[in-house]
């Protein structure tokens, strides 16, 4: 059981370059996030998604776009990267109902640098 | 919309004293969950504990407690014994919808 795994773990991208993000989770929840992460910040919701085939945008989503074609995958792109896309990524996972339902189960994260 | 505020961006303990960390968040709803995770150097986010609203009653997690004064709207997070392994960061985060996150306290513990 792998939990939530994420590929990268570091990327540098020079500005306009795209790139996806991989998020895999082996716990079947329903519930999948992507999370940015800057200095002094804390993490903010980029996209989330309720369910295969579904996306939903977060407090942070221009610049992104996500798509979640199997429950188990959640992709997050970059179309044209800007210096100020540079962050650590994190991906999360959580179950539609029960007693696990509000806690969220995190990735490992991914550094990516655009210059 | 909801924030969580965390006003201390650094605190230190001494190992084996206990240390609290303040969370405030603002919300006009009643039924919500609150959480603190803890980030080491590696970066993975782990809860260290969960608190219902409609829960009274204070979570404890071995040496972890927290104080939740709803209306106060405030959700501290006490660390007793401190051990070298509790340096991290920690995050005091707010649930209804989604997750929003306080920027985080640097806790930094001397032997």
């Known amino acids: 059981n792998a939990g939530v795994t994420q590929t990268p773990k570091f990327r540098v991208l020079k500005t306009g370059q795209s790139m996806t993000l991989l998020c895999a989770q082996d716990?079947?929840?329903?519930?999948m996030y992507w999370y940015r992460q800057d200095p002094g910040m804390g993490l903010r919701l980029i996209h989330y998604s309720v369910g295969e085939g579904t996306t939903a945008k977060g407090e942070v989503p221009d610049g992104y776009n996500v798509s979640r074609l199997k429950k188990q995958n959640f992709l997050l792109g970059l179309e044209s990267a800007a210096p100020s896309q540079t962050s650590v990524y994190f991906c999360?996972?959580?179950?539609?109902?029960?007693?696990?339902?509000?806690?969220?189960?995190f990735g490992p994260g991914t550094r990516l640098t655009v210059l | 919309a909801q924030t969580v505020t965390q006003s201390q961006p650094e605190m230190s303990v001494q190992e084996a004293e206990t240390v609290t960390l303040s969370c405030t968040y603002d919300t006009s709803e009643s039924d919500y969950y609150l959480f603190w995770y803890k980030q080491p150097p590696s970066r993975q986010m782990i809860l260290v504990i969960r608190q219902e609203a409609y829960k009274q009653q204070n979570a404890t997690e071995n040496r972890f407690s927290v104080n939740f004064q709803k209306a106060a709207k405030s959700f501290s997070l006490k660390i007793s014994d401190s051990q070298l392994g509790d340096a991290a960061m920690y995050f005091c985060?707010?649930?209804?919808?989604?997750?929003?996150f306080g920027a985080g306290t640097r806790l930094t513990v001397k032997p």
């Open positions: 985060a707010y649930k209804r919808n989604d997750m929003r």
């Open positions: 716990m079947n929840h329903e519930y």
């Open positions: 999360a996972s959580s179950s539609a109902s029960g007693d696990e339902y509000n806690e969220q189960f």
